[in-house]
T-cell receptor, first 111, second 115 residues
C-alpha cells in the first residue's frame, strides 16, 4: 500500500512565523504535490515536483516555497505566515502519471 | 478549456438506496484520464478509480460502479445499496494528455447517507 505521511495533523502558528510542512512517501514515487483545500474553493495546487530538486508552480504559489532534497520528502514552506494561509494542506504523490495518493492532511491555523 | 463539473453540491439518501454522482468533463485532448476520489470526514482523500480515454468499459468494484460515456463527456459514479460509511465528499478529476502532471478537480459532491 502507498503511504504518504504528513508531519502534523494540526498546527497553530502566529502571523509572521516561518512554517514548515513536511511530507514523506514510501513508494518511490517521482511526483509529489502540495494542495490547499478551502471551503467553497475546492482543491488548489500550490506546487509540485517531478524529480529531486525540481519544482513547478501550481495555481497559487504566492507566499509559498518548496524543497525536495530527497525523492521521498517534499516540504512546503510558508516564509512568513499570514492569516489568509489558514487552511487544510494536503500532500500527494504519484508514480509517473498515475493516480495521486494523498496524506492525511495538515490543518494549519495562523493567528 | 478544461473543466470538470459536479453539478450536485449535496445529495442525501436513506441507507440502502442507490445513488449516482454525476461528473461531466471538458477537454480538447484525445488522451486523458479521469479519476474519482473519496474524502471522508477524517479529511484524507482516498483514490477510488482511474480511467483512460481509450477504455470506455464500465467498471464495477463491489457496491461501486462507474459509467464512462465519451459521447456525453460523463464519468458517473453509482453506489448500490448505500451505507452510512459511504458518507463523504466525492471528487471527480481530469488529467489531460501524457505530458501534464496536474489534475483538474471538480468541486465535489457531499453525500449524506442517513441511517
Amino acid at each position: 500500500d502507498v503511504k504518504v505521511t504528513q508531519s502534523s495533523r494540526y498546527l497553530v502558528k502566529r502571523t509572521g512565523e516561518k512554517v514548515f510542512l513536511e511530507c514523506v512517501q514510501d513508494m518511490d514515487h517521482e511526483n509529489m504535490f502540495w494542495y490547499r483545500q478551502d471551503p467553497g474553493l475546492g482543491l488548489r495546487l500550490i506546487y509540485f515536483s517531478y524529480d529531486v530538486k525540481m519544482k513547478e508552480k501550481g495555481d497559487i504559489p504566492e507566499g509559498y516555497s518548496v524543497s525536495r532534497e530527497k525523492k521521498e520528502r517534499f516540504s512546503l514552506i510558508l516564509e512568513s505566515a499570514s492569516t489568509n494561509q489558514t487552511s487544510m494542506y494536503l500532500c500527494a504523490s504519484s508514480l509517473d502519471r498515475g493516480a495521486q495518493y494523498f496524506g492525511p492532511g495538515t490543518r494549519l491555523t495562523v493567528t | 478549456a478544461q473543466k470538470v463539473t459536479q453539478a450536485q453540491t449535496e445529495i442525501s439518501v436513506v441507507e440502502k438506496e442507490d445513488v449516482t454522482l454525476d461528473c461531466v468533463y471538458e477537454t480538447r485532448d484525445t488522451t486523458y484520464y479521469l479519476f474519482w476520489y473519496k474524502q471522508p470526514p477524517s479529511g484524507e482523500l482516498v483514490f477510488l478509480i482511474r480511467r483512460n480515454s481509450f477504455d470506455e468499459q464500465n467498471e464495477i468494484s463491489g457496491r461501486y460502479s462507474w459509467n464512462f460515456q465519451k459521447s456525453t463527456s460523463s464519468f458517473n459514479f453509482t453506489i448500490t445499496a448505500s451505507q452510512v460509511v459511504d458518507s463523504a465528499v466525492y471528487f471527480c478529476a481530469l488529467r489531460q494528455g501524457d505530458s501534464n502532471y496536474q489534475l483538474i478537480w471538480g468541486a465535489g459532491t457531499k453525500l449524506i447517507i442517513k441511517p
